[in-house]
């Protein structure tokens, strides 16, 4: 995907990030960033052991984050979509 699609700005301890197809704006709150930045081609364990979180909630962030588009499931391995930083 174009990292032209996604443009993102971090705000504190939290990410903005702008879907420029979908007009729509998602908030990450400190800890769906941390999720969203572990993304990295990790599988579900590897995230668990990252976060030192498993279960539902890590699911839950995951499953949210698939469908805004901003990472998906590439085989067994979660990667991050390329955004657009903006300067603050």
Do not use: K, N
């Not at 668990?48 to 499953?63: F, V």
Request: charged share 30%; aromatic share 6%; net charge negative.
């Amino acid at each position: 995907m174009s990292s032209d699609r996604f443009l993102a700005v971090a705000l504190d301890d939290e990410v903005v990030v702008l879907d420029v197809a979908q007009a729509r704006l998602m908030q990450l709150d400190p800890w769906t960033r941390r999720v969203w930045e572990a993304c990295d081609g990790g599988t579900d364990d590897d995230l668990a052991q990252a976060l030192s979180r498993p279960g539902r909630r890590l699911r839950e962030t995951l499953r949210i984050l698939a469908e805004a588009g901003i990472i998906r499931h590439d085989g067994l391995r979660w990667v991050r979509t390329e955004v657009r930083w903006v300067a603050t």
